[in-house]
Every structure is written in C-alpha cells, then in structure tokens.
C-alpha cells in the first residue's frame, strides 16, 4: 500500500528527535512511569526513534509492521503525560521528546489512511479514528506543553485540570444544563414548529412567499441574538426569555428551507398525483412534505446550533443564578477559567450530541434520498 | 405593468413588510397598554378615549415594545443629530463594532481559506482536522468569548484586537468548510482533463480549482462576516468599556432604556445586510469578470 511520501521526513526528523532525547540531555530523574517503572522511557523513546527512522519513511510497509509506529506513538505519548504529572526536573530534552511524538503521530496518521480500504467496515473504523488520533494528539500536546511551561490555570488550564474540575463539578454542570436545555428545548420546539407551519400555510399563496423569502434570508443574516435583552425584560430572568430568544432565532430559517422544501417535488410527482385526482392535503401528505423532509431536517440541523447560540447569550444579559451562559459569564469574571472550560464541554458535547440526533433520525426517515443510498 | 408588479419580488416584500409593521403597531399598543393605563392613573385622569390611550402608548418614555416610529426617530437623533465622535451617537458605536468586526473577518478568512488549501492538498489534514472543523458548526463556540477577552486582557491585549479575534474565529470556521468544499467541486473528469494537459498541481490548482470554488467561496464568506458581526457584538458585551453596539445593548438594559436597545439592534441589522449586500455586489463583479453571464 502506497503512503503519501509528503509526511516521511517528518518521520525521520521525528525519529531523530527520539534518538537524541532518549540518548541526550534528556533527564529522566528518580520518579517514573507509573506504567513501565524506572528507566524504561529512555528505551521506549529509543524504540519509538528507531522505528520510526526506519520503518517511517517506507513507502510500502509490511502488512505485520503497520502497528509499529502508531503502537509506539501512543504508548511513548503516555509516557510523556506521565512524566509531565510527576515532579522530575523538565529539561529541553522533554521537549524534544514532545516535538518528536507529534510528528511520528502525524506519520503515523498518513499510515494508517493508506492502510485502510475506500470502502468497507474498515474505512468508517479509520472515519473515527484518524481524528480521534488528530484530536488525542492535540490534548497530549496542550497537556505536556502546558505543564512543560507551567502556563497559569487562568491563562490557559491542562485538559486534565479541565477533566478534575467536570468530575468534580457534576451537580452544579447538572443544575446548569437542564436549565438551559429547558429554554433551548421549549424554544426550539416552539421556533421550528411554528416555522414548519407557517411555510405550510403560506404554501397556497405564492405572493406571500416571494415577499416573506427575501425577508426569511435578510433575517437569518441579522444579528438577532441583540433581542436577548428585550426579551429578558419581557419574560423575566428564568427560562422563557431564552425561549423567547430561540424561537425568534430559530423560526426564519426553518420558514425559508421549508418553503424550499415544499418546492421540492419533481413536476412529475405532482402530475401523477393530479391524475390520481388526489385533493390539495392528500398530496400534501403523501407527496410533498416528504419530498421537503431533507429541507426541513436541513433547517432543523441548523437552528440546533442556533438554539444553543441564542440561549447562552441570553443568560448572558439575566437569569436566576444558574444556567451554562452564566456559569461562564461568572465562572471568567472569577478567574475560574477551568470552570468556564468544563461549562463549555459540556455544551460542546451537547450540541453535538443533538446534531448527531438529528441526524440519525433523518438517516431513518429520508433513507430514501440520494445522499443515503 | 401591473401583472409584471404582482409576478415581481417589490411588491410583495412590501406588502409583507407592511403587514408586520401593522403587527408591530398593534403589539406596541397591546404591550404598553397598561403602562399607558397606570400613567394616566397616576396623573389622577380618570375619562380617557381609547385613541388617547392608543396615542399615549405610541409616544411612552421606556415602552415594553417602542413604535417603529419611535426606533426611527431615535436612530435619527443618535446617527444624523449627534456629532459623530460622541459617545451617544451610534455612529461612534457602530464604527467601534465595524472596524473589530472588518479587521476579524478579514483574518479569519484568510487564515480559512488558507487551511482550505491546505486540506485538499494534504490527506492527512483532510482526514484528521476537518472532522473536527465541521463538528465546531455544531457547538456553539460563541461561548468562548467571554474567556478570550478576558485572557487576552491578562497579555494587555486591549481594544480592538480582543474583539477582532473572536470574529475571526467565528469567521474562520465557515470559510474553511465552504471553501474545501468548492475546491472539491470541479468533477473527476475535470481534473482528469487537467491530468491529460500534463498541468501542474499549481496549475490544477489556479486554473481549476481557484474558479470553481468562487461561488462557494462567496456564499460562505456571508456567512462568516454575518457571524464575525453577532461575534464582535457578544464581545462587546463583555468588554463594553469601549463602546460598540454590544454595549449600547448592555447600557439599554442595564437602564431600562428600550428604545435605545431597539435603535441599536437595528443599527447593528442595517450593518449586517449591508456586508452581505457588499459581499454579494463583489460576488457579482468576480463572477462577471470570470466570464459568467447572468
């Protein structure tokens, strides 16, 4: 299998760079790896140098030696947070050690894409992991790099410190999201829903769509999360004004992709549902709101983004003293920039989370569109 | 003629147009009425007509939902009467939030289509970064502003750049996705086409690729510069010492004021549709010099 020859020199620099930590300056003190013991992360730097020289720059590797560099760039990336935890001494040969990991993870990213077949089981294994590596990557890097130059907790917190401060802050993270997801759920519902049927009303006059579609688009351009602090005044600090801010945020853009939706159907469709004599709601049903389901799921995939966008910013203008935009309004006012991290993961990891959901329903209800099959 | 009107798009937008401003009027007087009413009870006037009532709810001091009149006039008063370098003319504000907001669009973008390049050039870039560049569009990562003003003011970094920062990466992140995608857009026999010419990869490059991601290019940049703006207006909201209508927003509501707040937004909105508007005359005039007819 042939490798994009682009990365092998990063290979063999990587690998130089592991070399020479290991048999340099690289001071590897009285306290080691808690995984390997004393002394054995100057082999493994070593081993992961040697290989990565040698085996790295190939074009055509053997099948049973694929796993080498990716194996020994992990297990040497460990090593490296380990050793950035404990108090050793933190000498330029760590550094070197660091440059080098990244680059032999970077090679052995473009190893195994060249490994893995266009097709299969195996290439959507290899969709997850090469960024699941690319990401991994990144977080040992910020780790050990951050620990390396002791930047402060409230420049810039490790991952780990991130990571301790969400295990430890459950309920309070807890408390926040479910206020917010109640804002964002009833917002998004109202918003969306009444967007789905106003297009569907709208349908059966034509001069009311070529006035409201040039509005729908300027509208989507605006900056509407500036009417957060209206609707703070009108409805109060608690959850609905963040409705409020979702359902105008949210209502625009699902009116305008299901009034394209509703176009949707082919001229061919319709006639044939006229020769069945169907009625103006039969083929409604039958016929054009599937045919707009692809639009419509497209706008509620957009306004999931927006939703979340439009609920944090209103907490940002008023609530009760709880909720994930002012947790990280508070959190940054304090200098507790670890906490405003873990809020923001958290509502990270939910929006995609709700993306994702979405669309696997639409996997399930559109199977029938080109994209899918 | 006055088919041509009725098949055309003026006409319609205005009657639409027209019928939310009616909305708007019935719910100003809806919303303010019993403001209005404790107002002519606390005068001590018992006997009012409804269309004094009406009336009174069109002209309030802080209305619940000020007339578009109301926005108009006090957008007259703070863009045409005010000197342009005083603190309450929104001139002065909407200039702070434009130049943070055309300064942070102009790097994201670059830096966008830069890494845009780079992943459809480098495979490994494409499979390992852009999953994470098309999963940032689902979270919202608007909620990093407050931290990065907040840390860049920790460097000394003040005024504009802060701000600047934050609309370029909200910037950044739809640029990237639209322009890899309008890189990818010529078609397998277009680029075997170049392949039989023998063109070099920078020659595919500049001859193929270049031109068919023009319109991508286009439509995502709108899109970026639109959220440059609602990023440059949330960082305002943090760091409101300098002005901009972020903080004209944040003043509004610290006191009440709504009408300010509405002439803000609508300022802010004017400002909006005019980059798209500029964006989208530069579009036509790249596309029209690329040889593309109407």
Redo the contacts between chains.
């Keep these: 299998m042939k490798i ?1 020859a ?2 092998s020199k990063l290979s063999i620099i990587g690998g130089a760079l592991m070399i020479f930590a290991a048999v340099g300056p690289l001071d590897v003190g009285g306290d080691m790896s808690l995984l390997t013991g004393t002394g054995w992360t100057r082999f493994i730097y070593l081993a992961l140098g040697i290989i990565a020289m040698r085996e790295g720059p190939i074009a055509d590797i053997p099948q049973k030696s694929i796993w080498n560099l990716p194996g020994l760039s992990l297990f040497a990336a460990f090593e490296l947070v380990v050793y950035a935890h404990s108090a050793g001494t933190r000498d330029w040969g760590h550094l070197l050690a660091i440059l080098g990991v990244w680059l032999c993870a ?1 090679r052995s ?2 190893i195994v ?1 060249a490994q893995t077949p266009a097709r299969g089981r195996a290439s959507q294994w ?2 997850w992991l ?2 699941l ?3 991994a990557t990144l977080l040992m890097l910020w780790e050990t790099l951050g620990l390396y130059f002791n930047v402060p907790m ?3 917190p490790t991952p780990s410190q991130i990571g301790i401060r969400l295990a430890t802050s459950v309920p309070v993270l807890t408390a926040d999201f479910l206020q917010t997801v109640q804002g964002i759920l009833a917002g998004y519902v109202m918003g969306c829903g009444a967007g789905i049927l106003i297009a569907i009303l709208i349908d059966r006059i034509p ?6 579609l ?2 729908g688009n ?1 509208v ?4 509407i ?6 609707m ?3 409805f109060g600090f608690d959850w609905q004004s963040k409705a409020a801010v979702v359902v105008i945020m949210t209502f625009f853009p699902q009116l305008v992709n299901t009034v394209a939706g509703l176009g949707a159907a082919g001229a061919m469709e319709r006639d044939l549902m006229k020769t069945y004599g169907a009625s103006y709601g039969q083929t409604l049903f039958a016929l054009r709101l599937p045919a707009a389901l692809p639009f419509i799921f497209n706008g509620l ?1 957009i306004n ?2 927006l939703a ?2 439009g609920a ?2 209103a907490e ?3 609530t009760p003293i709880v909720g ?2 002012f947790r ?2 508070t959190e ?2 304090r ?1 507790n ?1 670890d906490m ?2 873990a ?2 993961v958290v ?2 990891v939910a ?2 989370l ?3 959901l979405l669309a696997a329903i639409e996997r399930r209800v559109t199977f029938w569109h080109a994209s899918y099959r | 003629m006055l088919n041509a009107l009725w098949q055309g798009k003026a006409l319609p937008v205005l009657v639409v147009a027209a019928i939310i401003g009616l909305f708007w009027y019935a719910g100003s007087i809806l919303l303010n009425a019993d403001l209005q009413r404790d107002a002519f009870v606390n005068a001590g006037k018992t006997d009012y007509s409804t269309s004094e009532l009406i009336a009174g709810t069109f002209a309030q001091e802080r209305p619940k939902l000020p007339t578009p009149g109301q926005i108009m006039a006090e957008l007259y008063k703070t863009v045409i009467d005010t000197a342009p370098t005083s603190k309450r003319s929104l001139i002065y504000h909407g200039s702070v939030t434009l130049s943070a907001t055309l300064l942070g669009f102009l790097i994201g973008s670059a830096l966008g289509m830069g890494l845009a390049i780079l992943v459809v050039h480098v495979r490994s870039l494409d499979k390992s970064l852009m999953p994470w560049v098309v999963a940032s569009q689902t979270i919202p990562i608007i909620a990093l502003a407050p931290m990065i003003v907040v840390i860049l003011n920790q460097f000394d970094v003040t005024g504009l750049i802060p701000k600047a920062v934050i609309a370029a990466y909200l910037s950044f992140f739809p640029v990237t996705v639209g322009m890899v995608k309008g890189l990818r857009s010529p078609d397998p026999l277009q680029l075997d086409l170049m392949r039989t010419y023998s063109a070099s990869r920078l020659q595919t490059f500049f001859m193929l690729r270049v031109p068919a991601s023009v319109p991508f290019l286009f439509a995502s940049l709108k899109v970026g510069v639109a959220a440059s703006l609602v990023g440059t207006v949330v960082a305002e909201l943090t760091k409101s010492e300098d002005g901009g209508f972020g903080a004209r927003l944040l003043a509004g509501s610290y006191y009440g004021q709504t009408i300010q707040i509405w002439a803000a937004l609508f300022a802010a909105a004017a400002c909006a549709w005019a980059l798209v508007s500029l964006i989208g005359v530069a579009d036509r005039i790249v596309t029209r010099g690329m040889g593309a007819r109407p």
């Design positions: 994009f682009g990365s970077w990213v473009d894409i290899m969709q090469v960024p590596i690319f990401g409230v420049i810039l001069f009311l769509q070529r006035g409201l040039p509005l300027l989507s351009a605006l900056p999360v500036g009417v957060a602090p209206i703070v005044m009108w995939k999931s983004t979340l966008i944090i910013v940002f203008f008023g994930m935009g990280i309004n940054v006012g200098m920039i405003v991290w809020t923001i509502a990270g929006g995609s709700f993306y994702g």
